[in-house]
């Protein structure tokens, strides 16, 4: 299966200290300090075509999988703004200690990263795009 590790640890915690359930590969950009002993998925990549198919397939889909997004033509400002509050927000004490009571991990991306990552893969050669396509179906 493939899940998030907080979810693991959360809803598998009896297996995993047992030893019935084994974590056997990252498919996080970088090793988790809980895991320093599971691989990455990168590296068990042979070639750089390898390497960027799971950067774009595994990590950066994963890095965007529960966006918040806005419908085109939202104004830049009001872009900047809506993304400053959400930033702050996720830093408030009151809605982090609300998260806590309520065994929420808050790892959030910021919007500029999630951007970065989404125009990236408008960039993508067709012919990888293509691959990728094939691998995802």
């Known amino acids: 299966m493939c899940m998030d590790w907080n979810s693991i640890k959360a809803t598998w915690r009896k297996a995993l200290d047992s030893g019935d359930v084994k974590v056997i590969v990252q498919i996080t950009p970088?090793?988790?300090?809980?895991m320093s002993d599971v691989p990455l998925a990168s590296d068990f990549a042979k070639?750089?075509?390898?390497?960027k198919l799971i950067q774009i397939g595994i990590y950066d889909r994963g890095t965007i999988f529960r966006p918040y997004v806005l419908?085109?033509?939202?104004?830049r400002e009001?872009?900047?703004t809506l993304r400053v509050a959400f930033t702050e927000t996720l830093k408030d004490a009151e809605f982090l200690a609300d998260a806590k009571k309520s065994?929420?991990?808050i790892d959030a991306v910021a919007g500029s990263e999630?951007?970065?990552?989404?125009m990236e893969m408008f960039k993508l050669d067709p012919?990888?795009?293509s691959k990728l396509n094939e691998i995802l179906k």
């Open 30 to 34: 970088r090793i988790h300090p809980e």
């Open 47 to 51: 070639t750089a075509e390898g390497k």
């Open 71 to 75: 419908p085109p033509g939202v104004p």
């Open 78 to 80: 009001r872009v900047q």
């Open 103 to 105: 065994n929420l991990v």
């Open 114 to 118: 999630l951007e970065k990552i989404a």
């Open 127 to 129: 012919a990888m795009a």
